[in-house]
């Protein structure tokens, strides 16, 4: 079965609003990291976040090993926000990174 | 800092070509990475490779080859190019002392 769960899969803000992406796993991990995608772009690390919680700017990202799970917040959301969220687990003893299937988020003026 | 170069950037074909994407790293990276993501949707893993002329397996390696024979260079072969074919595909690598994960361009492939 999938081994990492994105939700939502799409979100619709106005600009402003806050957003929670969650990002669920179902194996151990060695690692959890966050990517930022624009439509038909490249991808852009935002986290490097085994565990706990990073801050950077209006983005927060938090990781609890215990509950297989990680977000990602974004406060006060702007137009330039919208795009794809990605996050990617790399499974324990492996150097195996997989990837949820991302939430696209569109910000509105 | 370092630089992930994927060649060519654009890729067409006909189908049932034999279709090489090629990967090249200066961070001196030991783990290296090929993803597909077709239109709007997210990443699937075809080979990965820990080492020079080591390969393993992602979700979805049937239909593609992989060679690692440098450290620095990793490249994928679609072995016969099917017109579901068509996406990006993504080269990453990782190493040093975290995991982090840095990606190319990428290549889009498109078969007529």
């Known amino acids: 079965g999938q081994q990492v769960q994105q939700s939502p899969a799409s979100l619709v803000l106005q600009e402003g609003e806050n957003a929670e992406l969650q990002c669920n796993f179902s194996t151990s991990l060695n690692s959890m990291q966050w990517f930022y995608q624009r439509p038909g772009g490249s991808l852009v690390s935002l986290f490097y976040n085994p565990s706990g919680t990073k801050h950077s700017g209006r983005l927060t990202s938090t990781t609890v090993i215990k509950e297989r799970r990680s977000s990602l917040h974004i406060s006060s959301s702007q137009t330039t926000d919208s795009g794809t969220y990605l996050c990617a687990l790399e499974r324990t003893n492996t150097n195996k990174v997989v990837f949820g299937t991302g939430t696209r988020l569109q910000v509105l003026p | 800092g370092g630089i992930i170069t994927q060649t060519p950037k654009f890729l067409i074909g006909q189908e049932g070509q034999k279709l090489t994407l090629k990967c090249q790293q200066n961070f001196n990276h030991d783990t290296m990475y090929w993803y597909r993501q077709d239109s709007g949707k997210g990443l699937r893993l075809i080979y990965y490779?820990?080492?020079?002329?080591?390969?393993q397996k992602g979700d979805l390696s049937e239909g593609y080859d992989a060679s690692r024979e440098k450290k620095s260079s990793f490249s994928l072969t679609v072995t016969s190019a099917q017109k579901n074919e068509m996406a990006v595909f993504l080269c990453?690598?990782?190493?040093?002392?975290?995991?982090?994960?840095?990606f190319g361009e990428g290549s889009k492939l498109t078969v007529l």
């Open positions: 490779s820990i080492t020079e002329n080591d390969l």
């Open positions: 990453a690598s990782s190493g040093g002392n975290t995991g982090q994960l840095y």
